[in-house]
């Protein structure tokens, strides 16, 4: 076991294809490290998967957000019910009250 794990970080393998100088990637390689554990085909790939990963992060909090606006536009809509409710509460409680007089212009 030990042999193998070593073989996988050794100096001039790969360690996510495996690829040595010797027998490189289909379409060619370069190392990308010192220590010429990672070839070009790899790393651009690992990019790619950490773009992919952020762009679904990005997706996710612009869904939140979009909830979030969704929920704010809600709450603002039942505090503005309750002031009005608030507002005009008193005028219940009199006795023979008489609706405001509209003035017309």
């Not at 950490?50 to 536009?73: C, F, G, N, P, S």
């Not at 709450?75 to 608030?86: G, K, N, P, S």
């Not at 507002?87 to 009250?97: V, Y």
Request: with cysteine; charged share 35%; aromatic share 2%.
């Amino acid at each position: 076991m030990d042999g193998v794990k070593r073989s996988l970080t050794a100096r001039g393998i790969c360690r996510v294809c495996l690829c040595t100088e010797e027998d490189g990637c289909e379409g060619g390689c370069a190392w990308t490290d010192r220590g010429r554990t990672l070839c070009s085909a790899c790393r651009d790939l690992s990019l790619l998967e950490e773009l992919e990963i952020r762009r679904a992060a990005v997706d996710r909090l612009q869904t939140m957000r979009r909830l979030l606006r969704k929920e704010y536009a809600e709450v603002q809509r039942a505090i503005a019910d309750v002031q009005r409710r608030l507002r005009f509460a008193h005028l219940e409680k009199i006795p023979n009250r008489k609706p405001p007089i509209q003035i017309e212009n």
